[in-house]
């Protein structure tokens, strides 16, 4: 049975959840601030997790242990998913019930080396759907605020929220596009035995459909980006920054917040695979949201021509995987 909405005050917890992202994201700032001052220190050196590409820090870890402390104090009957306690092995399902999504700091390694794109994402998950996120870039202070069926923010200092999309929706076109892509931790590709067989199959397939987007054809992309953080780049693209964000490997609290800043730009999370027998008709394929736990995302921002613009670029991202899927488990 599915939970009662109308038993959630979101308005309410969305501005209980900016004050706290603010108050997180100070933490961050203290933290950087102290490592780069006093780069020997034992207290602020940093761990390496998985390999070099992909760190955590006892920031990290002390900003979730903050949140999930508050959290617990107000929404004391509410879940709670995080990354860190993840990583840890805490028991983390998602169902139904209102459940807290953060990132504590997404783009961790932005992070580390002093680079100002990384933040706080704070998401609130519904029967399974995002109604609230709430992210903060303390070093660029800007936040993205968006509640579901009530359109998304962004807040800069002395200046009246500006709603998203920044600016009307142009046309989406391949040609035309700037899309976001992101490497990953695991990069080995096959013909290693480093890695499973699946990480060096899900490198491989996205390395042959960069290829594809970025090659000299009529229909190449105009551009691609790599950032370094997930919750800013589903911002960048509800903004109209960028045309798109295709991803795999994300968890879910790297996307929920960002998720319903982007559906309230009237932009669109559609799965980052194509579906089955793909190939065998593309024009009649399905182009459906993608599932909060999926870990395949691609996030298309709004289009002049709506929907239909927006299932025609995913199914070109799709032609540019030449028949690979990215597969990523649990």
């Known amino acids: 049975m599915s939970f009662d909405l109308s038993s959630v005050n979101l308005q309410e917890v969305h501005d209980w959840s900016v004050d706290l992202a603010r108050r997180a994201g100070?933490?961050?700032?203290?933290?950087?601030n102290k490592r780069f001052q006093n780069p020997s220190t034992e207290d602020h050196?940093?761990?390496?997790?998985?390999?070099?590409?992909?760190?955590?820090?006892?920031?990290?870890?002390?900003?979730?242990?903050?949140?999930?402390?508050?959290?617990?104090?107000?929404?004391?009957?509410?879940?709670f998913i995080g990354e860190e306690t993840q990583s840890a092995g805490a028991d983390s399902v998602l169902d139904d019930h209102p459940?807290?999504?953060?990132?504590?700091?997404?783009?961790?390694?932005?992070?580390?080396?002093?680079?100002?794109?990384?933040?706080?994402?704070?998401?609130?998950?519904?029967?399974?759907?995002?109604?609230?996120?709430?992210?903060?870039?303390?070093?660029?202070?800007?936040?993205?605020t968006a509640i579901r069926n009530q359109g998304s923010y962004l807040h800069k200092p002395n200046q009246p929220p500006l709603r998203l999309p920044l600016q009307p929706p142009t046309p989406l076109a391949v040609n035309t596009a700037l899309i976001i892509t992101e490497w990953g931790a695991d990069r080995t590709t096959i013909g290693t035995s480093a890695l499973s067989e699946s990480s060096k199959e899900n490198f491989d397939v996205k390395l042959r459909t960069y290829f594809n987007l970025l090659r000299n054809s009529p229909n190449m992309v105009h551009g691609m980006r790599s950032y370094g953080a997930a919750s800013l780049n589903l911002c960048s693209v509800a903004a109209g920054h960028n045309d798109a964000y295709w991803e795999g490997g994300c968890w879910e609290w790297d996307v929920c917040a960002g998720w319903v800043i982007l559906h309230e730009a009237?932009?669109?999370?559609?799965?980052?695979?194509?579906?089955?027998?793909?190939?065998?008709d593309v024009e009649g394929a399905k182009v459906e949201e993608a599932t909060l736990i999926g870990r395949k995302y691609l996030a298309i921002r709004g289009a002049k021509g709506g929907r239909k613009e927006q299932e025609d670029?995913?199914?070109?991202?799709?032609?540019?995987?030449?028949?690979?899927?990215?597969?990523?488990g649990r």
């Open 26 to 32: 100070q933490m961050m700032l203290d933290g950087s």
């Open 45 to 79: 050196k940093t761990d390496a997790k998985k390999n070099a590409v992909d760190l955590v820090t006892e920031v990290d870890q002390a900003v979730e242990a903050f949140v999930i402390s508050e959290i617990e104090k107000r929404w004391p009957s509410f879940k």
């Open 99 to 144: 459940t807290f999504i953060v990132d504590p700091i997404d783009g961790t390694m932005n992070f580390v080396h002093g680079n100002p794109w990384c933040a706080i994402s704070i998401g609130l998950s519904i029967n399974r759907i995002p109604y609230i996120g709430i992210i903060y870039s303390p070093f660029l202070n800007e936040m993205y």
């Open 266 to 280: 009237g932009g669109f999370m559609c799965e980052g695979n194509p579906p089955e027998n793909f190939e065998a």
């Open 313 to 328: 670029l995913a199914k070109w991202v799709w032609k540019s995987m030449e028949g690979g899927r990215m597969t990523y």
